[in-house]
T-cell receptor
Framework: AQTVTQSQPEMSVQEAETVTLSCTYD???????LFWYKQPPSRQMILVIR??????QNATENRFSVNFQKAAKSFSLKISDSQLGDAAMYFC???????????????FGKGTHLIIQP | DGGITQSPKYLFRKEGQNVTLSCEQN?????MYWYRQDPGQGLRLIYY???????QKGDIAEGYSVSREKKESFPLTVTSAQKNPTAFYLC?????????????FGSGTRLTVV
């Protein structure tokens, strides 16, 4: 079974600064997908960014980018120019590329609470 | 607008009662999921369904049941066999075959045992 580990329960950053959230995962598969989700106080889960394991290029979405290290099984999220609206829980998630059977569903880490200091 | 509607937003259950959480989507997604969220635990998969009239157990299915009679609907019943049902429940969906697609989530139901 796959596992996802987020080692930072809480992180704090000054507004306009850059912060990196860590995520590592354990899998024996070679093809999979990785995601970062944001959960603000409203509890709505919002997809921030996704990465296909077969792609070497790191994904970028505006101020959000990832550092995907496949060999190290690491998938960190970098938030540049942090804004007050970025304050939320951030979850790293894994999904197998296999279809059917027990391969469906996302496996989540326990989350990192990001605090933005004004 | 397309999306997932979960109801009710808050639900209170007495000991020994079964309760049903509603999840409806108008995204024409084939796959639907139920997750449970506890403080400090992340999200854990309860059940999922990839097509109508078919569903599979997730990691923590004991004490829960589901049905999938319509593509749009995937209700979750929390039975009296679930020993610790107080949690936040999230429903999600995904288009068929789009494995790299980030799931769309509903806004959740907070269930409390009183």
């Amino acid at each position: 079974a796959q596992t996802v580990t987020q080692s930072q329960p809480e992180m704090s950053v000054q507004e306009a600064e850059t912060v990196t959230l860590s995520c590592t995962y354990d899998t024996s598969e070679s093809d999979y997908y990785l995601f970062w989700y944001k959960q603000p106080p409203s509890r709505q889960m919002i997809l921030v960014i996704r990465q296909e394991a077969y792609k070497q290029q790191n994904a970028t979405e505006n101020r959000f980018s990832v550092n995907f290290q496949k060999a190290a099984k690491s998938f960190s999220l970098k938030i540049s120019d942090s804004q007050l609206g970025d304050a939320a829980m951030y979850f790293c998630a894994y999904r197998s590329a296999r279809s059917g059977g027990g391969a469906d569903g996302l496996t989540f880490g326990k989350g990192t609470h990001l605090i933005i200091q004004p | 607008d397309g999306g997932i509607t979960q109801s009710p937003k808050y639900l209170f259950r007495k000991e020994g009662q079964n309760v049903t959480l509603s999840c409806e989507q108008n995204l024409n997604h084939d796959a639907m999921y139920w997750y449970r969220q506890d403080p400090g635990q992340g999200l854990r998969l309860i059940y999922y369904s990839q097509i109508v009239n078919d569903f599979q157990k997730g990691d923590i299915a004991e004490g829960y049941s589901v049905s999938r009679e319509k593509k749009e609907s995937f209700p979750l019943t929390v039975t009296s066999a679930q020993k610790n049902p107080t949690a936040f429940y999230l429903c999600a969906s995904r288009p068929r075959g789009w494995f790299n697609y980030g799931y769309t989530f509903g806004s959740g139901t907070r269930l409390t045992v009183v």
